[in-house]
């Protein structure tokens, strides 16, 4: 028996994307990793924009800048060295007690090291989402309110959930890659873009506070807005069918469910099956196209 193909609405050749969506959801982001890199073996992707979120930023990044091969391999060894998500006996010595935001920093700053960095300048445009507080939030309540809205998402209707973010005050931001001027800066607003406190510090980026894109868009398809032509979107997980939107644009999702953790960065062996996955799944989908 064949194993299931990636589900798909709508149908393309892959030369035919303009633009390319990424949903965010931790390390489940490297079968993204492995989907694109086959995916670019037997058709080249050549978006001229790529709209990404939380982890699925630095993904879209690594692919941008030619690095994804790079970034499996960095990660794996890092998930190797680190024994533990939480480190408690660091409450009183002034160490994190969640290794993941200096895990993370490193390898943003090493992935986007040297030509890497300038590749970025020439590449596909990467957009990368942020949550915004209302501007006259105080700083302590930033992460309350964040954690609220988080919360109440998943457990309320979209009407609902839309009447509860339009009273937060939260925004959406959309910024280039291109306008950091070094690897450190890509790796702020990457950061900045999965900012989950309390597993990483409040994060600002241009001097505002910022939190995770994902709190008010996990699939981050609102930059398409008037924009032409199809783009491919490439989720982590099924989508509902609230996600189902301009005929033009194909919709892709694991062939089975990731069950890993987003914030296990405990486990090469689930880095290697994820990649696997997303290859597997590239390779039915160029079947299919």
């Excluded at 391999?73 to 998500?85: G, L, V």
């Excluded at 002034?94 to 040297?114: C, N, Q, T």
């Amino acid at each position: 028996m064949q194993p299931p193909a990636p589900a798909m609405d709508g149908c393309g050749d892959t030369q035919r994307f303009e633009h390319l969506v990424m949903q965010g959801g931790g390390i489940r982001c490297f079968w993204q990793a492995g989907f694109l890199s086959r995916l670019n073996e037997g058709m080249p992707l050549r978006p001229l924009s790529i709209f990404s979120v939380s982890a699925a930023a630095g993904m879209a990044c690594a692919f941008a800048a030619g690095r994804i091969e790079f970034s499996i391999e960095w990660f794996k060894q890092a998930a190797r060295s680190n024994r533990s998500n939480f480190y408690p006996g660091n409450l009183f010595s002034g160490k994190p007690l969640f290794p993941h935001a200096a895990i993370y920093r490193r390898l943003l700053e090493d992935v986007f090291a040297g030509p890497a960095f300038e590749a970025l300048k020439t590449a596909p445009d990467v957009q990368v989402l942020l949550a915004r507080p209302p501007g006259r939030c105080p700083p302590a309540a930033v992460i309350p309110l964040g954690a609220l809205l988080y919360a109440v998402r998943s457990r309320v209707s979209r009407s609902a959930w839309e009447r509860i973010r339009r009273w937060s005050r939260f925004s959406t931001e959309f910024v280039s890659v291109r306008h950091c001027r070094t690897p450190g800066e890509v790796a702020d607003l990457v950061l900045a873009s999965s900012c989950t406190p309390p597993v990483t510090p409040l994060y600002h980026f241009s001097g505002r506070p910022s939190l995770d894109g994902g709190l008010l868009e996990s699939v981050p398809r609102s930059a398409l807005g008037d924009l032409h032509g199809p783009a491919l979107i490439l989720l982590t997980k099924a989508p509902g069918t609230l996600l189902r939107g301009r005929p033009q644009d194909v919709l892709v999702h694991p062939s089975r469910p990731l069950t890993v953790a987003a914030w296990d960065y405990t486990n090469p062996a689930a880095i290697d099956a994820l990649v696997a996955l997303g290859k597997e799944d590239a390779e039915r989908f160029l079947q299919s196209s």
